[in-house]
Every structure is written in C-alpha cells, then in structure tokens.
C-alpha cells in the first residue's frame, strides 16, 4: 500500500491542472496573457483555486456528492460550450479528419520522442494503471458491496461509519445473478458515459485547436499551450470569445485538478485508516479528523511543486510518471481479482490485456527514464 501511494502520488502531486488553470484565470483578470516576471501571480491564483477545493469539500454533507454534483455542472457546462463554438467555427473537413484520426492506424509525427508521445498514452483515460484511485468513489455511493463499507462524510454530514476493510459477497446462485446485474451497470457506466465522454473529450479540443493552428499560423508553444486557443479565438472573433474560451480552459484544468487533488487527499486517508488502528483510535473512528487536516498539508505541498516548472512541464512529467503505475499495478490487479469471489473473476483476455498494458505503457516510462538521465530522447519517431 505504501509503495501504490508513492507511485500515485508520484504521477499527480506536481499541480500541473491547478498551474494551467491559474494561467487561464490571470488571463482572465489581466485580459491578456502572463509576462515572465508575472508567474508568481499565476502560481498564486493556482494556489487560490486548491483551496476552492477544499472548501467545495468541506461544505459537503458527502464529500463524493459533493464532487460528483460540482463535475455535473463543470463538465456539462464545458461540452456544451465546446460543441457549440466547434461546431460553429470548425469546418466539417476538419471533424472528417479528427474522427478519422480516432480510428486510423498511423506513424506518430515525424520529430516527436516518445517521451511526448507518453505524456498523452499516460493520461489517456488513466488506462496505464492508476485507474484504480477512483474506486472508493464507487463504494462512497454505495454501489454493490460498497453499501456495506460506508463513506467519508463533509464537515456538515455528521460522523458515518467507514469500514477499514471491505467486504465481498458469499459465492450463491442468487449473489451471482446480483453481480452479473451491477455488473451490466459498470459496462453502461464506462461505455456510454466515460467512453463516449472521453472520445468527445479528446476530439472537441482536438479540432479546435487545429483549426485554431491553420487559420492563425501561429504555434502554440510550452509557455502559452493553456490561453493559445483563446488568445488567437479572440483576435478573429473577438473580445467575447476571448473571454468565453478562457474560461472554458480555466474550467477544464480546474475539474481535473479538483478531482484529482482530492483523489490524492481521500486515497491516502482510506490506506492509513485502513491499515493503522492506532489512527482509528486517535480519530475515533472518525476519517474527517484525518482528512481535511491532510487536504491542507497536501494543498501545502502542490503550492510547492507549483516553482518546479511551467504548467504544461508539470502535466507532462506527471504524464510519464503515471505510466511506472502499468509496470506493477496490472499484476496487482491480476492478484487482487483472482481473490473475488467466482462469478466476479475476470476472464482469461482480461488477464492478456493488461499484460498488454504493462508492455505498452513501460515503453514509454523507459523511454521517460532515459531521456530524464540522459537529456536526450531514446526513441525518436
């Protein structure tokens, strides 16, 4: 457990979202982009965006509602903005070309190393192996056995029970016909609501940005990448879409970092809860003692990280770490599944795709290690 925390941590503790979103909101506030000897300020707004966090958290009833309600709004809000304005003012022989780009197989771009190649397999839906930090979201809405484990409550929800240890289900003809029915629920949760979401995810800023490329002729670089799109939006249509597009950027980085700055805040808080009966003891069985007090030192620790480098640095080294998560996690996993109960063992392809992972996903975070020590790329396509 300790080494999972270190590699998760790893992977998302630098602040790269909360960093790009501070750029976006200084945008916002200036109506122009940072100057050099302005990245304090940018760091500071990023800094003033986590503790938003926090009190998101921290007025809750359920912490998990909580964000769940906040995302609703977030995400909703920013697909329907990004449809609108694409559709508006991408032609369609762009959309022909990002839809075909989803399913043609094709060379990466000449020049690029596959450490930048990683920065995007590695956030790629999370699939290199740290997919596994949103669990407790599941059980925190008391889906199947999670009704039985309890949540982590807000500051306005009263002390609830939360079970240091899970629980699973006796292997019966009638608890294998609930599996197989909560289990037709997580394939409609992750095909029509992540996988759609996240293919409209990729392929709306996609477009636009290329659009954005082509029509400016200008390229965005390291520094500008979070304000590129609304900064040349603006100059061919104006003040208003300026504004607009920059604050669906500030939001888009701001929900990422919100649900991963309290992924890293509640992952930690349910290992030593569950593995310490001494800090059960001293919190009274009672995970809010530990939680919002650790939220503040990790909000402590990002605002550190933030001087590390520039946003879009931050996001790509965090990138490349998460892919160390596919060289241990699938054989944890592989372990872990092996132990449930019959009807919820996964089958034999399951097994062979996440050795897949764990080759294609180590690639890159070799290629990561190398350049890193090295200062130069191992693969370069």
Known sequence: MPVSLLVFYFAFIFGGWAAGAGQGLFALIAGRGYRPDEIEYVRLLAILLLVVVFLITAGARKVSRALELTNWVLVGSLLLILIVVTLSIVPFSVWSEGIRGLVTPAAPPSGITATQLGGLAGFTALASGLNWYAMNHYRDKGYGMGYHVGFISGLRGGKQELR???VTFEDTPANASLWRRWYRLLLIDQWAVFFVGAMLGMLLPTVLMAHVVAVSGQQPTAAN??????????????????????????????????GIFEALVRNFTDAAHAISPRLRQRIEEDPRRFYYPFMLLVLVIIAG????????????????????????????????????????????WHYLILVLNVVFFGFFFVNFVYEFFTGGPLVRF
Request: glycine share 8%; no cysteine; proline share 9%.
């Open 305 to 348: 990280a933030l001087h590390l480098a520039l946003p879009v640095g931050l996001v790509q080294i965090s990138a490349n770490m998460s892919n160390l998560g596919a060289l241990m996690f699938p054989f944890a996993l592989m372990y872990l599944n092996s132990r449930l109960p019959r009807p919820a063992r996964p089958r034999w």
């Open 164 to 166: 240091p240890v899970g």
């Open 225 to 258: 990448v979070p304000t590129f799109s609304a900064e040349q939006l603006g100059i061919l249509y104006g003040q208003g879409m300026f504004y607009l597009m920059l604050v669906v950027g500030v939001l888009v980085l701001f929900s990422t970092q919100l």
